[in-house]
């Protein structure tokens, strides 16, 4: 397939600097944790890349286009240019092994995801994990939109033109398993019915229809993040099937780490929470600091001097009326 095709408009999905919590991106980067070694397919133009970065994650990149080449460069440790819709699209990256590997809104833009997908297992460390999100076509949205017999491709979304894959959770499980991984979670980004970039007639959503629809869990699905460990002759290879003990220590020793990415994950929310804190608290005292100095600049202004002048006055003389009717008084 030509290079061309594969140009910045194929990742469309940018993370902005500061996160929203319902994105897929931001439950990919608390996936991978923090100060791991990852290799990110697919960085575009390198926003989760810096994201990852800045949780002290060591990143090699694969990225077509050029431009995004030049962007993700500036935050990861390397980029790698391959077409990852080719077989052996990776093999550049033989021997060198990671903690992490992040296909993130990836493989709905593969022909033949499974090139990738039987390429990742000899290039986790043992442990080593891959998470992935992809759009789930089974939203409601789009089953009312063919209800209302329409198909229409949009700019970005579930119904991004530039995708050829479509999944839904029983689909990218199916994928997965059949391409040598065991699935450890499941996440899910939502959007509402109606809340998506998908148009349709709302007339076709009678209540009987919305409630049939309503009736899949999945319904309000956006996205799936999905964490999943590969199987077969990789994984074994992790363990010593002659010896109980070692298979206990390898099985704690995966418990330990899951614990401690956890562990991570909550001290970086916590610490992005204080961030936030610490910037409504300097916000606050901005505002305290202009607002008294605008009360100071009051208190100087002429205006405000005659003003005082005058109540002095006023005051000096209704106390001499006083006085003096007190006076005249019999």
């Not at 209302?148 to 997965?176: C, E």
């Not at 100095?293 to 006083?322: E, P």
Request: proline share 4%.
């Amino acid at each position: 397939m030509a290079e061309e095709q594969y140009d910045a408009e194929i990742y469309r999905y940018k993370v902005p600097p500061t996160l929203a919590p319902e994105t897929s991106h931001v439950k990919v980067v608390d996936r991978v944790g923090s100060g791991k070694r990852v290799l990110e397919l697919g960085s575009a133009v390198g926003d989760m890349t810096r994201r990852l970065r800045a949780r002290g994650c060591d990143v090699v990149a694969v990225e077509i286009d050029a431009n995004g080449v030049a962007e993700t460069s500036r935050w990861a440790d390397r980029v790698v240019i391959a077409d990852l819709n080719l077989d052996g699209a990776l093999n550049t990256l033989e021997g060198h092994q990671f903690d992490v590997v992040v296909a993130a809104d990836v493989l709905e833009h593969l022909t033949k995801p499974e090139y990738v997908l039987t390429a990742i297992p000899r290039l986790l460390l043992p442990g080593g994990r891959l998470v992935v999100s992809v759009p789930n076509i089974a939203h409601g949205d789009v089953r009312l939109a063919l209800l209302d017999g329409a198909f229409s491709y949009t700019d970005t979304g579930l119904l991004d033109r530039t995708h050829v894959r479509f999944f839904t959770l029983a689909g990218v499980q199916t994928l997965l398993e059949a391409t040598g991984y065991t699935i450890m979670s499941v996440d899910r980004v939502t959007r509402d019915l109606g809340a998506t970039e998908v148009s349709y007639d709302r007339r076709v959503a009678t209540p009987e229809v919305l409630a049939i629809v309503n009736a899949d869990q999945e319904s309000r699905t956006y996205q799936f993040v999905i964490t999943a460990e590969p199987i077969g002759p990789t994984a074994g290879a992790r363990k010593t099937p002659s010896s109980g003990s070692n298979d206990l220590e390898s099985s704690l020793s995966q418990t330990i780490r899951r614990l401690q990415d956890r562990v991570m994950e909550l001290e970086t929310a916590a610490e992005e929470r204080r961030e936030v804190q610490i910037e409504k608290v300097a916000a606050a005292e901005a505002e305290r600091d202009r607002l008294r100095a605008v009360v100071d600049s009051i208190h100087r202004s002429r205006t405000w001097r005659v003003a005082t002048a005058l109540g002095s006055g006023w005051r000096r003389l209704c106390n001499i009326m006083f006085q003096t009717h007190r006076t005249k008084r019999p």
